[in-house]
């Protein structure tokens, strides 16, 4: 047997000779108990080629084969183009294009990056269940995560939660910032029950956001952001919060620029620890074409 998408295979090291199998897997790759009950539910487990138990020992150079059970694909296939940053047994990372919605909606049924994952997935004669592991808006472009299997989507959820996770956007913005970096501190709430939008309320979560200018031109500034939390539409919300609203905007600065058809956005790169081979990676993606041409236009 083969590793793949929901097989995981390792031969034990010298450290976690004479522990269980359990324990071996929690410390090697951060398998949490509830995981580990998916597993028995669903899947089983190999130790040498023999089914065996979790609380098994094991020994240097023994071979634990962890079946995780495939999974339905849980999306309409449609053959929209996407681009591949990165491909492996665990996760698949997209350059995401502006105008896309994520997932499925009444109003997009069958026009998202889910239907054209599952449509990729079919294709390549895998099944996987599609779980995103950051999110972006439809009209925000750049990298997206998503994971094959339970055992991923859980460890760079981990990863997150710890901090471990590097995100950062490049976006075009209103007029020169006087501090040309620093942190946004500002909780996020819905500004009201009717709608979307966000706004900085004491109420709101707690959200942290990042920021240095790369680029000024005559009324815009080109901003790198880093998220250390990840509330929806932070970066719209805190940029407008400190009067820098993003070009483009349509729903937190109506009046912008018609140089670009949506927010100025793009989630530009992303670093995590590939959950199954414990090597920490960061991939980027180039800006868009409408964001060429606006940083074009204000450099005229």
């Known amino acids: 047997m083969q590793e793949n998408h929901h097989r995981l295979i390792y031969q034990v090291d010298r450290k ?40 098994k020992v094991a020994w ?30 665990d996760v698949l990372l997209i350059n995401k294009q502006p ?18 994952v599952a449509y990729h997935w079919k294709n390549m004669g895998i099944s996987c269940k599609i779980r ?19 055992f991923a989507h859980q460890n760079i959820q981990k990863q997150m939660n710890e901090k471990k996770v590097k995100k950062v956007y490049w976006a075009f913005v209103e007029g020169i910032l006087e501090k040309k970096q620093g942190t946004i501190e500002a909780p996020i709430a819905l500004a009201s029950h009717q709608g979307i939008e966000r706004s900085v309320l004491e109420n709101g979560q707690s959200s942290i956001t990042h920021y240095r200018v790369i680029e000024e031109y005559k009324n815009a500034s080109l901003v790198e952001l880093q998220l250390e939390t990840g509330r929806t539409h932070q970066i719209r919300v805190h940029m407008k919060y400190i009067g820098h609203p993003l070009l483009g905007d349509s729903l937190y600065n109506p009046k912008s620029t018609k140089a670009i058809c949506r927010q100025a956005l793009h989630a530009k790169i992303l670093g995590f620890t590939l959950p199954r ?15 060429e041409k606006l940083q074009e236009s204000l450099i005229q």
Do not use: Q
């Open 16 to 55: 976690y000779e004479g522990m269980p199998i359990k324990e071996i897997l929690k410390n090697e790759y951060s398998i949490s108990t509830r995981l580990f009950k998916n597993i028995k539910k669903h899947g089983y487990i190999l130790l040498n080629g023999k089914k065996t138990l979790w609380h």
């Open 132 to 150: 995103f592991v950051n999110r972006l808006d439809r009209d925000t472009s750049g990298l997206i995560l998503i994971a094959k299997n339970k």
């Open 60 to 89: 240097e150079g023994d071979e634990i084969l962890v079946e995780m059970g495939e999974e339905a694909i849980d999306a309409v296939p449609v053959g929209i183009p996407i681009d591949i940053v990165y491909e492996n047994a």
């Open 99 to 116: 105008g896309l919605v994520v997932h499925p909606t009444k109003g997009h049924i069958d026009d998202t990056l889910a239907n054209a």
């Open 277 to 291: 081979d414990n090597k920490y990676c960061e991939f980027y993606a180039p800006l868009p074409n409408d964001m």
